[in-house]
Each structure stands twice: as C-alpha cells, then as structure tokens.
C-alpha cells in the first residue's frame, strides 16, 4: 500500500503564495507519477500540475500555468506544489495522488491508484 499526506495549507490573501506538500509512504516513490488535483466546495474534482516520476514532465491546468509549480524529491519522499498570485478561484481542499502502471496524459482522475486526505487552501479577496 502507499500512503499519502498532504499538509501545508491554510488561508492565504489573494495574491498571496502557499506551498503544499505530500510525503509519500509505502513503496518506492519514485516509481510513480504524482499528480495535484483540487475541489472546491460544490464543484467536481479537477485536475492541477503532475509530475512524471524521474520529474522530467510536468503538466498544468491552463488555470494555473504561470503560477504554480510542481516538483517532487525523491530522496525524501515528498512532493510539492508552490502557488503563487493566488486568486480567490484557487480556494479548494487539495489532493495529491500516486499513479503507476493506468498513468497516461497524467491528468485524469481514474488514471491515478492512490490518494491523500487532501489539505484545505483559503484564498481571500
């Protein structure tokens, strides 16, 4: 099994930055693409930023090219998602997610094996 633990969230003004984070337990991390979704309240999870396992390839929602930044450490475990100018419209509980061997575009739900908790991101106006 592999475990995921999202932290770093919290209420930020807009324009603001935030970097989340999630550690990754269980088996070998850098065997698997990571991938940032979020969900805002009333609204259907979507896709962020992923991050292909040897960290070659990202992919950002077109929402957030610009202004976020995803990177992953394999030597700790960890990967991150660094958020900048944050607008109000980027407030959601955010989820990091593990995939292996469905991974394809990297940035549908279904392609993706296991998930964190999710960690709350506030954005005030």
């Known amino acids: 099994q592999v475990q995921l633990v999202e932290s770093g969230g919290g209420l930020v003004q807009a324009g603001g930055s935030l970097r989340v984070s999630c550690a990754v337990s269980?088996?070998?991390?850098?065997?698997?693409?990571m991938g940032w979704f979020r969900q805002a309240s009333g609204k259907e999870r979507e896709f962020v930023a992923a991050?292909?396992?040897?960290?070659?390839?990202?992919y950002y929602a077109d929402s957030v090219k610009g202004r976020f930044t995803i990177s992953r450490d394999n030597a700790k475990n960890v990967v991150y998602l660094q958020m900048n100018s944050l607008k109000p419209e980027d407030a959601a509980v955010y989820y990091c997610?593990?995939?292996?061997?469905?991974?394809?575009?990297?940035?549908?739900?279904?392609?993706?094996?296991?998930w964190g908790q999710g960690t709350q991101v506030t954005v005030s106006s």
């Open positions: 997610a593990a995939g292996g061997s469905r991974i394809a575009t990297m940035t549908t739900i279904n392609e993706y094996d296991y």
């Open positions: 269980g088996r070998t991390f850098s065997g698997y693409a």
């Open positions: 991050i292909s396992w040897s960290a070659g390839y990202t």
